[in-house]
C-alpha cells in the first residue's frame, strides 16, 4: 500500500521521549497524519521522563529477548547510518571484569555479524586486578543533540505537537477533529496511570551519573566487581561530553541526587580511566551536572501490541486500535527504531 493511502488516517502517539518521537516519525514517513501529544518534550530536562538522563550508547544487555534483538539490529544499522550528521559517532569499547572469570559467551553473541571486530582480551593485555575482558566498536550519540533532532525531523513532516498531559487513552482518541485511527502508547512509566491502560507491571530503574567534560576521550569503558559491589560505565560522546555511572536500582522513584553516590562513581570512573582529568586526579574531573533518571522497565518485558478500545468521548462510540510500546527500561535509544519500524508495522 502506498503512503499516500495513510494520508487520511489519523494516528495519535502518546510520549514525547525517544521512543514515542521515533515512532510519530516512522508514521509521519509512512504517510499518516501523526499528532505527537506529550507533557516532556526535547530541550526539557525534567526528571518526569527518562531520555534526557540515558546513557544512550549502542551495547545489548546480556539475557535480552530475541524480540528486543531484532530491534536493537533495526537500530543499530540506522544509527550507524546517521554517523555523517554528526549526532552520532563511532566509539570503540572495552569492558573489564574484577570478578568473572569466564566471557565465553563473546563468541557467540548474537550481534557479532553486525560488529566483527567483537573480541575477547588476551590475558597478557589485561591491565592488573582485572580477570577478563573484551573490546568491540559500537556507537554512542548525546540526547542533547540527538532528541532536538528528532523533534526537527518531526517538523519538517508536518506533524503536530501538541505539550499537554494526557489522562487516559479516550483523551488521547479526541485530540483531533475527525476520528482518530490509532492510537501509539508510548508512555514509559506514564503507563502505570494511564486511564484505559493502568499497567501494574510498571517499574522504575533508578540510575544515577555524573556528566563531565572531556573531549579528549577516544574510547568508552566498562568495570564490573568493585569492592563495594558497584560497576562504572564511562560513555564519550559526540558533543564532547560523557556520561559516567552509575546504578540500577530497581523499584527506586527516589529522583534526589546522593552525594556519596556522586563521589562513589566519580572515584572509580578515576580510577578506571584516569584521562578523565588527564591524571590530575578524581576531583579535577570537570563536572557538568550530577543527574538521576527513572528507566521506565516492566515486569515481563517491553511491551508491543496492538488491541482494539471502544470509545465515547467526542462523538457516537467507536472503535479505536491502540498499539503499546513501552517498558523497555535501560535499552531505549538502543531499540528505538527497531520499536517504531513495530509499530508501524501494527
Given at each position: 500500500?502506498?503512503?499516500?493511502?495513510?494520508?487520511?488516517?489519523?494516528?495519535?502517539?502518546?510520549?514525547?521521549?525517544?521512543?514515542?518521537?521515533?515512532?510519530?516519525?516512522?508514521?509521519?514517513?509512512?504517510?499518516?497524519?501523526?499528532?505527537?501529544?506529550?507533557?516532556?518534550?526535547?530541550?526539557?530536562?525534567?526528571?518526569?521522563?527518562?531520555?534526557?538522563?540515558?546513557?544512550?550508547?549502542?551495547?545489548?544487555?546480556?539475557?535480552?529477548?530475541?524480540?528486543?534483538?531484532?530491534?536493537?539490529?533495526?537500530?543499530?544499522?540506522?544509527?550507524?547510518?546517521?554517523?555523517?550528521?554528526?549526532?552520532?559517532?563511532?566509539?570503540?569499547?572495552?569492558?573489564?571484569?574484577?570478578?568473572?572469570?569466564?566471557?565465553?559467551?563473546?563468541?557467540?553473541?548474537?550481534?557479532?555479524?553486525?560488529?566483527?571486530?567483537?573480541?575477547?582480551?588476551?590475558?597478557?593485555?589485561?591491565?592488573?586486578?582485572?580477570?577478563?575482558?573484551?573490546?568491540?566498536?559500537?556507537?554512542?550519540?548525546?540526547?542533547?543533540?540527538?532528541?532536538?533532532?528528532?523533534?526537527?525531523?518531526?517538523?519538517?513532516?508536518?506533524?503536530?505537537?501538541?505539550?499537554?498531559?494526557?489522562?487516559?487513552?479516550?483523551?488521547?482518541?479526541?485530540?483531533?477533529?475527525?476520528?482518530?485511527?490509532?492510537?501509539?502508547?508510548?508512555?514509559?512509566?506514564?503507563?502505570?496511570?494511564?486511564?484505559?491502560?493502568?499497567?501494574?507491571?510498571?517499574?522504575?530503574?533508578?540510575?544515577?551519573?555524573?556528566?563531565?567534560?572531556?573531549?579528549?576521550?577516544?574510547?568508552?569503558?566498562?568495570?564490573?566487581?568493585?569492592?563495594?559491589?558497584?560497576?562504572?560505565?564511562?560513555?564519550?560522546?559526540?558533543?564532547?561530553?560523557?556520561?559516567?555511572?552509575?546504578?540500577?536500582?530497581?523499584?527506586?522513584?527516589?529522583?534526589s541526587i546522593h552525594q556519596e553516590t556522586t563521589e562513589r562513581i566519580l572515584k572509580n570512573a578515576y580510577e578506571s580511566m584516569p584521562e578523565l582529568s588527564k591524571g590530575q586526579g578524581w576531583e579535577k574531573i570537570e563536572i557538568v551536572s550530577s543527574n538521576v533518571g527513572l528507566r521506565p522497565a516492566r515486569r515481563g518485558g517491553a511491551r508491543m501490541e496492538l488491541e482494539v478500545v471502544k470509545v465515547k468521548k467526542g462523538g457516537p462510540e467507536r472503535k479505536v486500535g491502540?498499539?503499546?510500546?513501552?517498558?523497555?527500561?535501560?535499552?531505549?535509544?538502543?531499540?528505538?527504531?527497531?520499536?517504531?519500524?513495530?509499530?508501524?508495522?501494527?
Amino acid at each position: 500500500m502506498s503512503s499516500s493511502s495513510f494520508s487520511s488516517q489519523k494516528v495519535v502517539v502518546i510520549g514525547g521521549g525517544v521512543v514515542g518521537c521515533t515512532s510519530a516519525l516512522i508514521l509521519a514517513q509512512r504517510g499518516y497524519d501523526v499528532t505527537l501529544v506529550a507533557r516532556d518534550l526535547p530541550g526539557d530536562q525534567s526528571q518526569g521522563w527518562a531520555s534526557p538522563w540515558a546513557g544512550a550508547n549502542w551495547h545489548s544487555f546480556p539475557g535480552s529477548s530475541s524480540q528486543v534483538h531484532a530491534w536493537e539490529r533495526i537500530a543499530y544499522l540506522k544509527l550507524k547510518s546517521l554517523i555523517p550528521t554528526g549526532i552520532v559517532q563511532t566509539l570503540p569499547w572495552v569492558s573489564y571484569s574484577k570478578t568473572a572469570d569466564d566471557n565465553s559467551y563473546i563468541d557467540s553473541a548474537w550481534y557479532n555479524d553486525l560488529i566483527p571486530d567483537h573480541k575477547t582480551l588476551p590475558k597478557s593485555e589485561l591491565p592488573n586486578g582485572y580477570l577478563t575482558g573484551s573490546s568491540l566498536t559500537t556507537l554512542s550519540l548525546a540526547p542533547a543533540t540527538y532528541l532536538p533532532w528528532l523533534l526537527t525531523q518531526l517538523n519538517n513532516l508536518g506533524v503536530k505537537i501538541i505539550r499537554r498531559k494526557v489522562e487516559s487513552l479516550e483523551e488521547a482518541a479526541s485530540f483531533v477533529a475527525g476520528n482518530v485511527h490509532c492510537v501509539v502508547n508510548a508512555t514509559g512509566l506514564g503507563a502505570a496511570s494511564l486511564g484505559g491502560v493502568m499497567d501494574e507491571e510498571c517499574m522504575p530503574i533508578r540510575g544515577q551519573t555524573v556528566l563531565a567534560r572531556a573531549p579528549w576521550l577516544t574510547y568508552g569503558l566498562s568495570v564490573d566487581g568493585f569492592k563495594d559491589g558497584t560497576f562504572v560505565y564511562i560513555i564519550p560522546r559526540p558533543d564532547g561530553n560523557v556520561i559516567l555511572g552509575g546504578t540500577m536500582d530497581v523499584g527506586s522513584w527516589d529522583t534526589s541526587i546522593h552525594q556519596e553516590t556522586t563521589e562513589r562513581i566519580l572515584k572509580n570512573a578515576y580510577e578506571s580511566m584516569p584521562e578523565l582529568s588527564k591524571g590530575q586526579g578524581w576531583e579535577k574531573i570537570e563536572i557538568v551536572s550530577s543527574n538521576v533518571g527513572l528507566r521506565p522497565a516492566r515486569r515481563g518485558g517491553a511491551r508491543m501490541e496492538l488491541e482494539v478500545v471502544k470509545v465515547k468521548k467526542g462523538g457516537p462510540e467507536r472503535k479505536v486500535g491502540v498499539v503499546h510500546a513501552y517498558g523497555i527500561g535501560p535499552a531505549g535509544y538502543q531499540s528505538s527504531w527497531g520499536m517504531a519500524e513495530n509499530v508501524g508495522d501494527l
